[in-house]
Structures are given as structure tokens and as C-alpha cells.
């Protein structure tokens, strides 16, 4: 019996037949799923589309059960197998898992998104090894790239610092392995910004403009105009004003260039990310105002799904409300980033309403009732 499947569709409060129904499958396929049979590789794939899970999450590919089928697991099965594992549609659970894992982090899902994402990197690891010198294997190291370059964004928000660096390592070694200037652009962005986090712009610039200049004239427009919104907050926190103004000019035209096209890189870049990023800027150039003019603008039209985002935003509103003194404006945005980011795992925001809460205290409001309020919500 699967009953990680079976709990997920109780979750979702849906029948076998509404399941199968949302999924595009057969009543029939969905009860030999629930009952523990094997089923059809583009099935698993559906069923994880539907529930935004994992095959392993929902009981369809399991690590640990040495009975499991070996057509529904990766670490059992003998190198001569090959063939009936390492195929197209092997590749493509797991290009699909990795791509629903980086829908799930942007979306606030961090924990959800990481569990299992270290199992899922050793099967990707292991196809690597075994489709070595097929025609696979470019396709196998790209899926680990970017699977590297997941376990590292949500490792640095979780301020595990060490170990993001040495995923973003990893997938940097790999994209140069493949001589794929997306992928190594997209690797050297997301160190930048975790050297950006860890208060080190200066070296994050560095990053920042080799993540540019090998993308150069490609045609990368998203991820280009993403480099450019990380390369504007590093000059905003060194008080490069003008250069900082003169990258989001950049990232506006990148933005005009914008295709429909989805690129591998899987970054997020629009007006409501490029608005956000100007008002954060202001704030790290003294210019508060202006900065919750900007933030509450880019709010209107913010994707209301991506949680991680948006507490990021309501912390920084915060900040430049605490500097302005209008402390209960100041509380009520602390309280929302608060919120959504115990929901989504950011370590990273909580810690910052936490030293806003530290502010507060050592401030002539620190009686308030507002701020008691605060206290009570994060248990100072």
C-alpha cells in the first residue's frame, strides 16, 4: 500500500476519481498507484505535477524498499540494467522533480523543497556516472548542476553558509565541465548573492560581473537582467549610487528583451522583482521615502505566491519605517515578514525581524505596546 500518495490526496480533500481527474489518468492507474503497483514513468511524472511533490514524497520511487520494482528505483539496480533505467524518461522524472523543487522554494516551500533533495541528487549522480560517454550524460551533468545549485540557494537560506558555498562550487565545476555559459552564469549569480548576504559585496560584485560577461550577447535575458538586479543591491551596499542607478537602467532594458521563452537557469526576473529591487536599494542608499513608495508599488503586483519573497520585503519596509519613527507602521510590517517567513523556512528573514525586535528594545520605544505585540509573536 501507498500510503504517502493516498495521504496526499486526503490532504487535498480529492477522491481516486477527482485525482485521476485533475491528473489526466485512469481511475484505475491511480488505484494501482494507492495500492502500491508499479506504474508507467509518465504517470509518476503527472501525479507529481499535480501534487508539486517529489516521486519519492509520494511513495512512487522509494530509496529504502529493497522490494521496489526496478523500473521505480535508481540505487538497486545492476549496471547491465541499464537500458530499462537510464533512459529519456528516467531523465525527465528527475529534470521534473528539480524543476517542481525550484517552484517550491520560490514559492516558500524551502523545507518542503529540501527534503529528500539530497537523495535526489545522489540518483542524478549516479545517472551521471552510468550514462558517461552516451548521449545522455550532457543532459544528466546539466539536471546536477542545477540540482547543486538548489541544494545551495536554500542552504544559504538557512544561513548554513559553508556548505551553499560548496554546492555553488560544485555546480560552477560542472557547468565549466560542459562549457555551458547559462549554466556557469547562473552558478556564479547565485554565489554572488550568498557572498552578497554574507556581507561581503565587494566579492559578490566579482561574481556578479563574470556571471555577466559570460553571457554576454547570448541572448540570456532573464537571467542577464537577474545578474543585474544582484549586481545593483552589492553597489547599493558599498554607496555606489551611481553605479548602482546605471545597473538597474541595465536590468530595465534586459527586461524590454524578455522572450517567452523559459530559460534552464529557472531565475525570476519582471517589473514587480525590478520595482522590489529598486526600493531595497534605496534603502541601503539612506533613501527611505522613496524606498517604501518603491516596495509598496512592486507589492501591488508581486506574485502573491512567492512567500519568501514578499517577507523579505515587508522586513526591509520595516527598516526604513523604524528610521523614520513610525514605529506601529514599523511592527505591522515586522509582524507580516515574521509570518511568512516562519511559513517558508527563511531563516535569513526571521533572524532579521528578530535584530529589528533587538532595535526596538534598546530604542525610546521599547514600552510601547506595539512592541510587546512583536514579543509575544516571536517569543523574545
Not at 528505483?73 to 533512459?87: A, G, Q, R, S
Not at 519582471?270 to 529598486?278: D, E, F, G, I, M
Not at 542608499?285 to 508581486?302: F, G, H, T, V
Amino acid at each position: 500500500m501507498n500510503y504517502l500518495l493516498r495521504e496526499a490526496r486526503h490532504k487535498k480533500g480529492w477522491s481516486q476519481q477527482q485525482l485521476a481527474d485533475f491528473s489526466g489518468l485512469s481511475l484505475s492507474t491511480i488505484q494501482r498507484a494507492e495500492s502500491g503497483k508499479p506504474i508507467r514513468i509518465d504517470s509518476i511524472q503527472r501525479l507529481c505535477e499535480c501534487f508539486q511533490q517529489s516521486p519519492e514524497q509520494l511513495g512512487l520511487i522509494r530509496s529504502n524498499d529493497k522490494n521496489q520494482n526496478t523500473s521505480n528505483t535508481l540505487h538497486m539496480v545492476h549496471p547491465k540494467e541499464i537500458d530499462d533505467i537510464l533512459c529519456s524518461d528516467y531523465l525527465s522524472i528527475l529534470e521534473n522533480d528539480i524543476k517542481n523543487r525550484w517552484t517550491l522554494y520560490h514559492t516558500g516551500g524551502a523545507n518542503l523543497a529540501y527534503e529528500g533533495l539530497n537523495t535526489l541528487i545522489n540518483h542524478i549522480k549516479k545517472c551521471v556516472y552510468l550514462s558517461h560517454g552516451d548521449d545522455l550524460y550532457p543532459r544528466a551533468l546539466t539536471l546536477l548542476s542545477m540540482g547543486y545549485q538548489l541544494q545551495g540557494s536554500i542552504l544559504r537560506d538557512m544561513m548554513n553558509y559553508t556548505e551553499a558555498h560548496l554546492a555553488h562550487r560544485k555546480a560552477l565545476l560542472i557547468a565549466q565541465k560542459l562549457f555551458d555559459p547559462e549554466l556557469i552564469s547562473a552558478a556564479l549569480v547565485r554565489e554572488g548573492i550568498t557572498l552578497n548576504q554574507r556581507e561581503s559585496p565587494t566579492d559578490a560584485i566579482i561574481n556578479f560581473k563574470r556571471a555577466l560577461e559570460t553571457i554576454k550577447h547570448l541572448g540570456y535575458a532573464t537571467l542577464e537582467g537577474y545578474v543585474l538586479q544582484a549586481l545593483s543591491e552589492a553597489q547599493a551596499k558599498l554607496q555606489q549610487s551611481r553605479e548602482c542607478w546605471h545597473s538597474i537602467s541595465l536590468a530595465e532594458k534586459a527586461l524590454e528583451s524578455q522572450s517567452s521563452t523559459t530559460e534552464r537557469s529557472l531565475t525570476r526576473f519582471n517589473h514587480a522583482s525590478l520595482t522590489a529591487q529598486k526600493g531595497v536599494n534605496a534603502i541601503f542608499l539612506n533613501e527611505y521615502k522613496l524606498a517604501i513608495e518603491l516596495i509598496d508599488k512592486s507589492l501591488i503586483s508581486y506574485n502573491p505566491t512567492l512567500i519568501r519573497g514578499r517577507a523579505r520585503l515587508f522586513a526591509q519596509k520595516a527598516e526604513a519605517y523604524f528610521i523614520l519613527g513610525i514605529i506601529d507602521a514599523c511592527v505591522d510590517n515586522l509582524k507580516k515578514a515574521y509570518a511568512l517567513a516562519r511559513s517558508s523556512g527563511s531563516s535569513k528573514v526571521m533572524d532579521k525581524v528578530k535584530a529589528q525586535y533587538c532595535n526596538l528594545t534598546h530604542s525610546k520605544w521599547r514600552k510601547d505596546r506595539y512592541v510587546t505585540e512583536l514579543k509575544n509573536m516571536i517569543g523574545e
